[in-house]
């Protein structure tokens, strides 16, 4: 099984600053025939199912605003959203989805400062 | 758009079995591998199951294989678990998911999400 492995665990930001969540695959998950990085992002806000943010490492799901993006290649990727707003606050996770069984991240918890 | 609703859950006795449910609509269920993925009461997520588009590939976690099945009837857009000798660590909210592909196999992100049914594995 590919570990995924976050950080921070947790991390509380200023509204309107930048909040950076860190994921590390103890395996590549780029697939060299295509160049595709099989690594998602789900937001889960509190009492709810969790949302797909990225997939592909960074392109973003329909609907989902512009200051959240994702960047990183093979093992090392980074969810950044731009400018921290109240509805923000949520756990994050990140998934490969490149081999079976897709695994998951710990999840970063995401506060307000 | 694209619904999933799932059913089932409930308070059960260890070493007793329960069948979870999942109505789908909103999309064209037997074109679409399912999952099941599970998340213990204030824990992470955990992939359970998964199923191919016509239900001929599945594959679990490896620690659940000899205890759950997964299984779909796509003449009524439905998704199922069975799961046999529960154990209290079965408890967890259990979440249908759909992918945008058709194989069993990962390569696809999970890109809508059930509410969730809760299984409480208790005496």
């Known amino acids: 099984d590919i570990v995924m492995t976050q950080s921070p665990d947790s991390l509380a930001v200023s509204l309107g600053e930048r909040a950076t969540i860190n994921c590390n695959s103890r395996q590549s998950v780029l697939y060299s025939v295509n160049n595709k990085n099989y690594l998602a992002w789900y937001q889960q806000k509190p009492g709810q199912s969790p949302k797909l943010l990225i997939y592909w490492a960074s392109r973003r799901e329909s609907g989902v605003p512009d200051r959240f993006s994702g960047s990183g290649t093979g093992t090392d990727f980074t969810l950044t959203i731009s400018s921290l707003q109240a509805e923000d606050v949520a756990v994050y996770y990140c998934q490969q989805y490149y081999s079976t069984p897709p695994t998951f991240g710990g999840g970063t918890k995401v506060e307000i400062k | 758009q694209v619904q999933l609703v799932e059913s089932g859950g409930g308070v059960v006795q260890p070493g007793r079995s329960l069948r979870l449910s999942c109505a789908a609509s909103g999309f064209s269920f037997s074109n679409h591998a399912l999952h099941w993925v599970r998340q213990a009461p204030g824990k992470g997520l955990e992939w359970v199951a998964v199923?191919?588009?016509?239900?001929?590939?599945?594959n679990y976690r490896d620690s659940l294989k000899d205890r759950f099945t997964i299984s779909r009837d796509n003449s009524r857009n439905t998704l199922y678990l069975q799961m046999d000798s529960l154990r209290a660590e079965d408890t967890a909210l259990y979440y249908c998911v759909t992918v945008p592909g058709g194989s069993s196999e990962s390569y696809y992100p999970f890109d809508h999400w059930g509410q969730g049914t809760l299984v409480t594995v208790s005496s």
């Open positions: 199923i191919s588009y016509d239900g001929t590939n599945k």
